[in-house]
T-cell receptor, first 115, second 111 residues
Framework: AQTVTQSQPEMSVQEAETVTLSCTYD???????LFWYKQPPSRQMILVIR??????QNATENRFSVNFQKAAKSFSLKISDSQLGDTAMYFC????????????FGKGTRLHILP | NAGVTQTPKFQVLKTGQSMTLQCAQD?????MYWYRQDPGMGLRLIYY???????DKGEVPNGYNVSRLNKREFSLRLESAAPSQTSVYFC??????????FGSGTRLTVV
């Protein structure tokens, strides 16, 4: 069975700094997707970034980028020039391309951006 | 464009009471899901429906039932609520693309 592990329960950084959130996963499949979701205090789940496993190029979305290491099964999220609005819970997640699009979530990292 | 709508947003139940959480999506998505979120546990899949007329168990189905009423609606029922079912419940939908569109969640407290 697939698993997703986030080893950092909580992190704090100063505004404008760069922060990296770690994620590792375990799977025997070759075709899959990886995601980072953001959950601010409003509780809404917001997709931050998506990576397709067959693509070697790391995905980027403005200040958000990932470091996808397929062989190491690692998928970290880097937030550059962090802003107060980035304060949220961040979930790493996995979805197989072949199984009903179910998503498996990690336990989350609570990120605090300090003024 | 409403996306995924969940009702109610908050609910308090007494142990043993029953209730149904409602979910509707207006994006014509085939797949719908129910997750629960507990502190330190992330989101865990309760049930899902890959298409109208089908439902399957997820990781934590015990104590719940679901109904895919039509393509738009997917309800979650607690027949006899227990304190262990205190949680935040999310409905989500997807179609071809793997990422889900989530509702805003229901905070359920069972006392």
């Amino acid at each position: 069975a697939q698993t997703v592990t986030q080893s950092q329960p909580e992190m704090s950084v100063q505004e404008a700094e760069t922060v990296t959130l770690s994620c590792t996963y375990d799977t025997s499949e070759n075709n899959y997707y990886l995601f980072w979701y953001k959950q601010p205090p409003s509780r809404q789940m917001i997709l931050v970034i998506r990576q397709e496993a067959y693509k070697q190029q790391n995905a980027t979305e403005n200040r958000f980028s990932v470091n996808f290491q397929k062989a190491a099964k690692s998928f970290s999220l880097k937030i550059s020039d962090s802003q107060l609005g980035d304060t949220a819970m961040y979930f790493c997640a996995y979805s197989s391309r072949n199984r009903d699009d179910k998503i498996i979530f990690g336990k989350g990292t609570r990120l605090h951006i300090l003024p | 464009n409403a996306g995924v709508t969940q009702t109610p947003k908050f609910q308090v139940l007494k142990t043993g009471q029953s209730m149904t959480l409602q979910c509707a999506q207006d994006m014509n998505h085939n797949s719908m899901y129910w997750y629960r979120q507990d502190p330190g546990m992330g989101l865990r899949l309760i049930y899902y429906s890959a298409s109208e007329g089908t439902t399957d168990k997820g990781e934590v189905p015990n104590g719940y039932n679901v109904s895919r009423l039509n393509k738009r609606e997917f309800s979650l029922r607690l027949e006899s609520a227990a304190p262990s079912q205190t949680s935040v419940y999310f409905c989500a939908s997807s179609d071809r693309a793997p990422e889900h569109t989530f509702g805003s969640g229901t905070r359920l407290t069972v006392v």
